[in-house]
């Protein structure tokens, strides 16, 4: 019994030593999560233009907020509303307003690449969407 109680020491120990360093781990990977979202709801954008046979947008609204629509012949529909701020704190996008828009055939509607960043302190990263469509992770 003894024994048992050593070894939960020890490890309860090496717990307290090794959290501070995954704590800083885990709060470094939230920019990257944040922009893992976006570039698939990018991706349910361009896939839901394709199969409706319409377009849709990613609509951002702040730095932590934007929403997946389809523009309907009869209005504007909303697929899916995102608040970053919610899962990813502190963690911020930029441009903070802006509209990407996908063709029918899942092409964006303009023709120049745009790049979208994620930044959490010190951590940034960024993917990029073609004229074509595709969304490209660059970490």
């Known amino acids: 019994m003894i024994e048992l109680v050593v070894v939960v020491a020890i490890m309860g120990l090496l717990a307290a030593i090794a959290w501070p360093k995954f704590d800083g781990f885990f709060a470094a990977q939230m920019p990257r999560r944040a922009l893992d ?28 907020a934007y929403s997946v629509t389809l523009d309907d012949p009869a209005g504007t529909r909303t697929l899916k509303s995102e608040n970053l701020s919610a899962g990813y704190p502190g963690t911020r996008i930029t441009p903070a307003t802006g509209v990407y828009t996908f063709d029918s ?4 509607t303009s023709t120049t690449t745009d790049t979208i960043k994620a930044t959490k302190n010190a951590k940034t990263v960024y993917i990029t969407i073609s004229p074509l469509g595709r969304v490209t992770r660059v970490y």
């Open 105 to 108: 055939r899942g092409l964006k």
């Open 37 to 64: 979202q976006v570039g698939a709801d990018m991706g349910m954008a361009r896939i839901n233009a394709v199969r409706n046979g319409m377009r849709a947008s990613v609509r951002f609204s702040s730095a932590t």
